[in-house]
Every structure is written in structure tokens, then in C-alpha cells.
């Protein structure tokens, strides 16, 4: 399996994970992703909303924010957290 098809798999895993609410599967599976692919975008986000404390939430949101400063979930996400 390509480092590629890898990591989209493993998105898709933790995606679904986090949506049916199993955190801590969808927590595993998109760490994997972003130990494979540090610039996944989505996985940044899509882990900001599974970690467990405020501090790692702010470290997700960091991370998607380098990646892409024009996200607009990132943003939201950070204002929340400064309020």
C-alpha cells in the first residue's frame, strides 16, 4: 500500500470515527496521518475536535492554520478558544 492510499484510508477512518463519536479511534487513526503526512489540512482539523484537552486543541488548530491561514473552521475554532 503507497505511503498515499495510506494515509487517505486512515483520513477516511478517523473522519468516520469522530463522526459516529468514537474519539478515541478517530484519535489514533488521525495521529497515524499526521505522523505520515504533517501538512494533512483535514486531519489537523478533524483531530482538533478529538484530543483531549484545550492546550492540544490550540496545537491542532496552530497546525492547520500554518498549513492554511485562511481556514475558516480553524479561525472559529481559535476565537472559541481565546474567549
Known amino acids: 500500500m503507497s505511503n498515499s492510499t495510506q494515509v487517505t484510508d486512515l483520513l477516511r477512518q478517523g473522519i468516520a470515527a469522530a463522526k459516529a463519536g468514537r474519539t478515541q479511534e478517530a484519535r489514533?487513526?488521525?495521529?497515524?496521518v499526521t505522523e505520515l503526512d504533517e501538512q494533512n489540512e483535514q486531519a489537523w482539523l478533524w483531530?482538533?475536535?478529538?484530543?483531549?484537552s484545550l492546550e492540544d486543541r490550540r496545537v491542532c488548530l496552530e497546525n492547520v492554520l500554518v498549513i492554511n491561514p485562511d481556514n475558516a473552521y480553524a479561525q472559529?475554532?481559535?476565537s472559541w478558544l481565546d474567549q
Open 28 to 32: 489514533q487513526a488521525l495521529l497515524h
Open 47 to 52: 483531530l482538533s475536535g478529538v484530543v483531549d
Open 76 to 78: 472559529a475554532g481559535m
